[in-house]
Every structure is written in C-alpha cells, then in structure tokens.
C-alpha cells in the first residue's frame, strides 16, 4: 500500500462482551425482563444502542424508549435488578462459551511477544473471565470499575495502554460496538470491528469472528480503505518481523 500510514502493533486491546464472550444476549435478555417488568417495548434492534455503554447509561436510554422518568433511587433499584438477572446468566457460563478462536488468536499474539489487555465497560468483567477460565490469560483488564467515564469517551483505552506501557498509536483495538470503536479511535488506536460490517461502519476494517484469524491474516486486511497498514512488534527486531510477516 503505497503512501500508507504504517502502524507497528505491539499491543492488542479486546473488548469483552461480544467478542471474547457472547454474554451480549444475556445483557439483551436481562434487559427485556426489566422492560417487559415496565411495559416497555424493546427490541433488539433498541439493544444495539446499550452495546458498550454503561449500566445506568443503558437504563436512561431505555426509560426514553419508553417515555418514562422515575427517582435517582428507583434507577439504581432497577439497574440492580438486570444486574442481578445478567448475573444469574454469567454464573451457568463455562469455558466452552468463549468464542470461537479467540483462544488461539491470544495465544499466538502473546508467543510473538504482542501484550494483550481486555477493556471492557463492565463492571462484572473479571467474574465473567474469571467464570470462563481466562482471568489469568491476559496481561491486564481494565474494567468499568477502573474508570469515570463509559464508551465512547477513550478512557478506558487510554487505561489499557498505560496498564501495558504501549503507547497508543502502537495499540490496536477488538470491539463489536460502535461506541467502542469511536473511542477506540478517540484514544488513537487502530480499529478491528469484531460482526457485522454494515453495522461496524466507523471501524478501520472488520472481522466476522477470531475463528482461523492469524497474524498475517490480519496484516493483509485493508485498513481505513487503505490508508492504514499495520505488521505486528518492534521494528529492531528482524528475526520476528521476518517469522509473523
Ligand atoms: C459492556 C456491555 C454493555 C453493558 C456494560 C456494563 O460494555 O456491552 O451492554 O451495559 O458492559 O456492564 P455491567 O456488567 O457493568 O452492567
Ligand atoms: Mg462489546
């Protein structure tokens, strides 16, 4: 690619829900209980917008939906309620339910010396990984505990890569949300949208899923309609650059 930005990647940021882990229908369906619980109409579709966002966030947003405005205290009575149905979904997970492929795609990074993170708005995050064996398979988390302000604002992105001491413009970002993608690139990290390339519009390039993706698969992915090109660790070291390119 003539002309291209290169971007040397030394650190690879997934996020959680929908991309390590399907519990993105579990957030669906323990948010259509409290819907249903309120007469709400809500959708799938209507989901698509809590994807990456924060707990009270995703309630206010489905207040809207349904006109309704309710006390600061019944807000947090009723974001406690999904919480408490989500995570009755999380607790019957095994490590079967990670997704297809992310296992090796991690293990490959981390044999060729790329660090790995997981940045996820969740704040139920480390039972989740820790439910489905992999709390232990990443250099850091970062968590909606560890952070004030939720997706799209790139803080905690900006968290990860100081966790791993990988300067942004060397980070590149998993995200199957549309909020995460833009503050993925608000923090200034290259974008892998993780679904749906019609729904992953503002992502640098997408996948469908992390089954048989390797490194040079992802290397030869056109990224920002080619003006992005990225090889994976350190330009001083030749004998890796030549094995993963
Ligand atoms: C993730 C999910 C969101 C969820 C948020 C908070 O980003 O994509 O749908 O609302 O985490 O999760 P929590 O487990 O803290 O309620
Ligand atoms: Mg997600």
């Given at each position: 690619?003539?002309?291209?930005?290169?971007?040397?990647?030394?650190a690879?940021?997934?996020?959680?829900?929908?991309?390590?882990?399907?519990?993105?229908?579990?957030?669906?369906?323990?948010?259509?209980?409290?819907a249903?619980?309120l007469?709400?109409?809500?959708?799938?579709?209507d989901?698509?917008?809590?994807?990456?966002?924060?707990r009270m966030?995703?309630?206010e947003?489905l207040?809207?939906?349904?006109g309704?405005?309710?006390?600061?205290?019944?807000?947090a009575?009723?974001?406690?309620?999904?919480?408490?149905?989500?995570?009755?979904?999380?607790?019957?997970?095994?490590?079967?339910?990670?997704?297809?492929?992310?296992?090796?795609?991690?293990?490959?990074?981390?044999?060729?010396?790329?660090?790995?993170?997981?940045?996820?708005?969740?704040?139920?995050?480390?039972?989740?990984?820790?439910q489905v064996?992999?709390?232990?398979?990443?250099?850091a988390?970062?968590?909606?505990?560890?952070?004030?302000?939720?997706?799209?604002?790139?803080?905690?992105?900006?968290?990860?890569?100081?966790?791993?001491?990988?300067?942004?413009s060397?980070?590149?970002?998993?995200?199957?949300?549309?909020?995460?993608?833009?503050?993925?690139?608000?923090?200034?990290?290259?974008?892998?949208?993780?679904?749906?390339?019609?729904?992953?519009?503002?992502?640098?390039?997408?996948?469908p899923g992390f089954?048989g993706?390797?490194?040079?698969?992802?290397?030869?992915?056109?990224?920002?309609?080619?003006?992005?090109?990225?090889?994976?660790?350190?330009?001083?070291?030749?004998?890796?650059?030549?094995?993963?390119?």
């Amino acid at each position: 690619m003539k002309g291209a930005e290169l971007r040397r990647i030394q650190a690879c940021i997934f996020d959680l829900d929908g991309v390590i882990v399907d519990t993105a229908r579990f957030h669906y369906q323990a948010w259509k209980e409290l819907a249903d619980d309120l007469g709400i109409s809500f959708s799938e579709k209507d989901n698509e917008r809590l994807k990456g966002i924060s707990r009270m966030e995703s309630l206010e947003i489905l207040l809207q939906i349904g006109g309704m405005s309710v006390s600061r205290v019944e807000m947090a009575e009723l974001v406690d309620q999904k919480n408490r149905s989500y995570v009755n979904f999380v607790k019957k997970m095994t490590e079967n339910d990670v997704l297809p492929g992310v296992r090796d795609f991690v293990q490959e990074l981390q044999s060729h010396g790329i660090r790995v993170s997981v940045a996820s708005a969740s704040k139920n995050a480390q039972l989740v990984l820790r439910q489905v064996g992999l709390i232990n398979a990443f250099d850091a988390v970062s968590d909606g505990r560890m952070v004030k302000r939720a997706k799209p604002d790139p803080e905690i992105f900006l968290h990860s890569s100081a966790q791993l001491k990988i300067p942004v413009s060397n980070c590149l970002v998993f995200e199957d949300a549309t909020a995460g993608i833009e503050a993925a690139h608000r923090a200034g990290m290259v974008t892998v949208g993780v679904g749906n390339r019609k729904s992953l519009k503002n992502a640098d390039t997408t996948i469908p899923g992390f089954a048989g993706l390797t490194i040079p698969k992802l290397c030869s992915k056109v990224y920002r309609n080619g003006t992005i090109e990225i090889e994976f660790g350190k330009e001083d070291d030749n004998a890796k650059k030549a094995k993963i390119l």
